[in-house]
């Protein structure tokens, strides 16, 4: 069973900065299957990014995805206010699908 | 556009039962597995179970077998998840989510319905 760890657990960024945000997997991710979702407080998480890199239909591309292996990372290359939420990794590569802890990005 | 909406939640004592449904609109339901996943408050995504196309095939967590049982209407456009023998750890927002799959059987989730409450306490 694949566990991952999101790190870190809490980042404090202003508009317009970079966000970097990584998921770390106990065991190699087969075929790079990792997701990336967004959940603001009291809304249902949201597909960012699939297959570690493909953006979902919708998402603005200053969202990215890159990683292979046991390390990946979503990368918001300029924060705009509504991006302030918790993002979670999930991992379906192998059975049973697995999501990280979460990283929660706050405005500084 | 594509909705899922989900209902049947609320207050339940332990040991009790609850059966959540979701209607599905803007796309070809039949056509998709379909999967619960909840949060417990202030917590993580766990996936809790999903069912094929047809409704031949069924998934399950380790902690939920036995006790919950997942369902779908394709002509009703529904998904069921009936919890039985509930307990304090199930307390949870129950979201329907709609099944992305690899070859390999395995899945991400998109879109999300809103989720729906459910409290086990005496």
């Known amino acids: 069973e694949i566990v991952l760890t999101q790190s870190p657990g809490t980042l404090s960024l202003s508009p317009g900065e970079r966000a970097t945000l990584s998921c770390r997997a106990s065991q190699s991710v087969s075929s790079s299957y990792l997701a990336w979702y967004q959940q603001k407080p009291g809304q249902a998480p949201r597909l960012l990014i699939y297959?570690?890199?493909s953006r979902a239909t919708g998402i603005p591309d200053r969202f990215s995805g890159s990683g292979s292996g046991t390390d990946f990372t979503l990368t918001i290359s300029r924060l705009e206010p509504e991006d302030f939420a918790v993002y979670y990794c999930q991992q379906y590569g192998s059975s049973p699908v697995a999501f990280g802890q979460g990283t929660k990005l706050e405005i500084k | 556009e594509v909705q899922l909406v989900e209902s049947g939640g609320g207050l339940v004592q332990p040991g009790g039962s609850l059966r959540l449904s979701c209607a599905a609109s803007?796309?070809?339901?039949?056509?998709?597995?379909m999967s619960w996943v909840r949060q417990a408050p202030g917590k993580g995504l766990e996936w809790v179970a999903n069912i094929k196309q047809d409704g031949s095939e069924k998934y399950y967590v380790d902690s939920v077998k036995g006790r919950f049982t997942i369902s779908r209407d394709n002509a009703k456009n529904s998904l069921y998840l009936q919890m039985n023998s509930l307990r304090a750890e199930d307390t949870a927002v129950y979201y329907c989510?709609?099944?992305?799959?690899?070859?390999?059987?395995?899945?991400?989730?998109?879109?999300w319905g809103q989720g729906t409450l459910v409290t086990v306490s005496s």
């Open positions: 803007g796309f070809t339901f039949s056509s998709y597995w």
């Open positions: 989510a709609r099944d992305l799959m690899t070859g390999s059987g395995l899945n991400w989730f998109d879109p």
């Open positions: 297959g570690a890199s």
